[in-house]
């Protein structure tokens, strides 16, 4: 077995590894670093909770110990498609580099320029960015990225649903071309490939998982539901109920609508519970991972695009409210459990609207996820007393719609978003959001407003500004998790069915 010792790591890099507490690398680790240090360029696919990371972090680290950096001249770039994970990159920078006096830039949006300034003017050996910040720096003239000798691309297939594709080629060419390329994906497809054959020369390619492979130590189970969504929500509450080894879970909602609906029900039933979505602002999404992190919340509902390569390590449990629309989400959601050889479960709730998405994701990952107790056809008779049927039909056809012209094809999914604004990050998250999953149900007009949480107001993960009427209406909405009246509900106000005397 390969050690730390052998991959060719300076001695400050390994005493802070081991400091860390780890001692084997992981087979990304092993396959990437060797080649890394020589400045090769490098084409790994692996999924975050592999080790990624520091597989690229700390031979950057080795390299970095020769030379200084200039101002506004910076040695490295990373770039990172949510501010989350750049700020994840900085930790590793941090607890890698203990050993070193690299200064170290996080140029994320949301964050002061001047500050951001102040740190370029000193010179930063690692600057690591989400893409728009970065070309705001460029374009106010404050960056020369011609200093550039190592250029990371991370998760670039997450780049590629957000629509960073073409801010990542304006940056590429600011960047010399004798640079050396670490280019990281969780999956491979043919876009990504061609992305790779553009930035890449001569890559060492290191595949260390397939990418539709969930990890062995998870336990995955289906749960049958009918589907309306207090339905859906009360199956949700037994099942973390019975769960005697539940120590923290995130809950995957498709919408994140659906996210701010989960949150407030699991709340009010008295769960320690927080949200993640594109929605909140980043000071509100880093005290809310914080929380979830120190175990302050144990369970965290999240939609696929802010929870998206986020090292939490240690979720004993991941729950997928909906079933994934895209086959990939769901390995990327069953990955947030079971990470580092840990054991861990994953429930999927399970409607008979899904059964197609069911069966995408049982091809993809090549093997037929068991049910907990029965399948959809061992489904008890839905509760008559919460639903009249009236206006069902309808409402689930347009649904079933939706959905079919979403799924209809992994590849036609997730056109890449024009990040038309730059300056803002969380815009093209958020509309990665809407792009992915607005399509499965038609938006009500409840679900434009602004909603309120009523729980932890340190990190509010809805704003706060909602109004009286809004309070009416959700307290009538969710007074009991029950169906949403639709038009006037069960009552028909008499003057309607006065049968009207046409003149003709
Ligand atoms: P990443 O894939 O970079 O998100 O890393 C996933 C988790 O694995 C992080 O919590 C790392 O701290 C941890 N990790 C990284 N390298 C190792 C290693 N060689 N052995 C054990 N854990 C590691």
Redesign the pocket.
């Known amino acids: 077995m390969t050690t730390?010792a052998e991959l060719g790591l300076s001695q400050k890099v390994l005493s802070a590894?081991t400091d860390?507490g780890?001692?084997?690398?992981?087979p990304?680790?092993a396959g990437a670093i060797p080649p890394a240090l020589q400045r090769r360029d490098i084409c790994g696919i692996?999924?975050?909770?592999?080790?990624?990371?520091?597989?690229f972090v700390l031979p950057m680290l080795t390299l970095l110990e020769k030379g200084r950096a200039r101002a506004r001249m910076p040695r490295t770039l990373i770039l990172e498609p949510t501010r989350e994970l750049a700020a994840?990159v900085a930790e590793?920078f941090d607890k890698y580099g203990k050993n070193h006096k690299l200064n170290v830039a996080l140029l994320i949006g949301g964050v002061s320029f001047d500050e951001q300034d102040r740190k370029l003017e000193r010179g930063a050996d690692v600057l690591i960015c989400t893409p728009g910040r970065l070309l705001d720096h460029c374009e106010r003239g404050k960056l020369l990225m011609t200093g550039v000798e190592i250029l990371v691309i991370d998760e670039a297939d997450r780049m590629l649903d957000m629509g960073f594709i073409p801010d990542i080629e304006r940056i590429a060419k600011m960047i010399p071309f004798t640079r050396q390329t670490l280019f990281f994906s969780a999956t491979m497809p043919p876009e990504i490939q061609k992305l790779a054959d553009r930035f890449l020369q001569n890559p060492e390619r290191i595949e260390v998982a397939k990418p539709s492979s969930t990890a062995k130590t998870v336990t995955q189970r289906l749960v049958a539901s009918h589907s309306k969504d207090y339905e859906k929500r009360a199956v949700l509450r037994e099942l973390i109920k019975a769960q005697d080894d539940l120590k923290n879970a995130i809950i995957f909602c498709n919408r994140k609508k659906d996210v701010a609906d989960l949150f407030r029900s699991l709340d009010r039933h008295g769960f320690s519970v927080g949200a993640l979505h594109g929605d909140m602002d980043q000071r509100s999404r880093t005290t809310m991972l914080a929380n979830f992190k120190d175990n302050k919340i144990t369970l965290l509902v999240a939609s696929d695009v802010a929870a998206r390569?986020l090292?939490i390590?240690d979720v004993s449990h991941v729950f997928n409210f909906d079933v994934p629309i895209h086959a990939e989400d769901y390995v990327h959601r069953i990955g947030r459990t079971g990470?580092?050889g840990r054991s861990g479960a994953a429930f999927t709730i399970v409607t008979k609207s899904d059964t197609k998405y069911l069966d995408a994701i049982e091809k993809l990952i090549n093997e037929k996820i068991e049910w907990l107790n029965g399948d959809l056809s061992a489904l008890p008779a839905p509760m008559e007393s919460h639903d009249t049927g009236r206006g069902r039909k309808g409402r689930d056809e347009t649904k079933e719609r939706g959905r079919g012209r979403r799924g209809a094809s992994s590849r036609e999914r997730a056109e890449p978003v024009e990040a038309k604004n730059p300056e803002v990050q969380i815009e093209a998250e958020k509309a990665v959001e809407e792009q992915r999953v607005e399509n499965v149900r038609p938006e009500r007009k409840s679900d434009r407003k602004p909603q309120n949480n009523g729980g932890n107001r340190s990190a509010r993960p809805y704003p706060a500004n909602d109004d009286a009427r809004d309070r009416r209406s959700r307290h009538h909405r969710d007074h009991d998790d029950g169906p949403t009246p639709v038009g006037f509900g069960d009552d028909i106000p008499a003057f309607m069915l006065i049968v009207a005397n046409a003149r003709t």
Do not use: E, H, L
């Open positions: 730390f590894v860390a780890y001692s084997t690398p992981t990304i680790q692996a999924q975050t909770g592999t080790g990624k990371t520091a597989s994840q590793n390569g090292d390590p990470r580092a």
